[in-house]
T-cell receptor, first 113, second 112 residues
Framework: DSGVTQTPKHLITATGQRVTLRCSPRSGDLSVYWYQQSLDQGLQFLIQYYNGEERAKGNILERFSAQQFPDLHSELNLSSLELGDSALYFC????????????FGQGTRLTVV | DAKTTQPTSMDCAEGRAANLPCNHSTISGNEYVYWYRQIHSQGPQYIIHGLKNNETNEMASLIITEDRKSSTLILPHATLRDTAVYYCIVEGSGAGSYQLTFGKGTKLSVIP
């Protein structure tokens, strides 16, 4: 158990809908990262937050947004969903935003039908 | 683009050492080498990281060449539970911001 909790574990929704994925980082970790893993793209970095502020942005679509709340949990919002958004979404956390190890949650499997 | 090159797959006999190579010829002075692994569709798991010196922890050893252009992850006594995709990642220690860029990794199969 990495200490990072992601909910829900599975999500099935229709095209055009909006969903919210939630991540609770390890106790004491200030940094949260979101990744997308699809069969053909591998693990893609989406975005990083550090203590409530956006720190780094990767290949995140404009239809996607994220935030980190004062209690340090984070949410990833996916809107206008398309079939191609079906993937595993992982959240990770680390003590700080620098060169320390990141701990990953077990992921949310999103299926868009 | 990933900054590393790894073999697509490797086999290792159970109980033997697994040596996983990684080339990172364009690594710069402030970049670390990280190793993660992903078992089936679970979340990736941190294994070890290093800058220039060799490192060892309870899971593995990391050997980095003197010119830092390549490294080897060593699992000293591979078990069936070590079957996974292993990712070698090069990442800088920029102030408060880092994003692990995962490549395709090496699929390690531990064979009984």
């Amino acid at each position: 158990d990495s200490g990072v909790t992601q909910t829900p574990k599975h999500l099935i929704t229709a095209t055009g809908q909006r969903v919210t994925l939630r991540c609770s980082p390890r106790s004491g970790d200030l940094s949260v990262y979101w990744y997308q893993q699809s069969l053909d793209q591998g693990l893609q970095f989406l975005i990083q937050y550090y203590n409530g502020e956006e720190r780094a942005k990767g290949n995140i679509l404009e239809r996607f947004s994220a935030q980190q709340f004062p209690d340090l949990h984070s949410e990833l919002n996916l809107s206008s969903l398309e079939l191609g958004d079906s993937a595993l979404y992982f959240c990770a956390s680390s003590e700080d935003g620098g060169s320390t190890e990141a701990f990953f949650g077990q992921g949310t499997r999103l299926t868009v039908v | 683009d990933a900054k590393t090159t790894q073999p697509t797959s490797m086999d290792c006999a159970e109980g033997r050492a697994a040596n996983l190579p990684c080339n990172h010829s364009t690594i710069s002075g402030n970049e670390y080498v990280y190793w993660y692994r992903q078992i089936h569709s679970q979340g990736p798991q941190y294994i070890i990281h290093g800058l220039k010196n060799n490192e060892t922890n309870e899971m593995a050893s990391l050997i980095i060449t003197e010119d830092r252009k390549s490294s080897t992850l060593i699992l000293p006594h591979a078990t069936l539970r070590d079957t996974a995709v292993y990712y070698c990642i090069v990442e800088g220690s920029g102030a408060g911001s880092y994003q692990l860029t995962f490549g395709k990794g090496t699929k390690l199969s531990v064979i009984p």
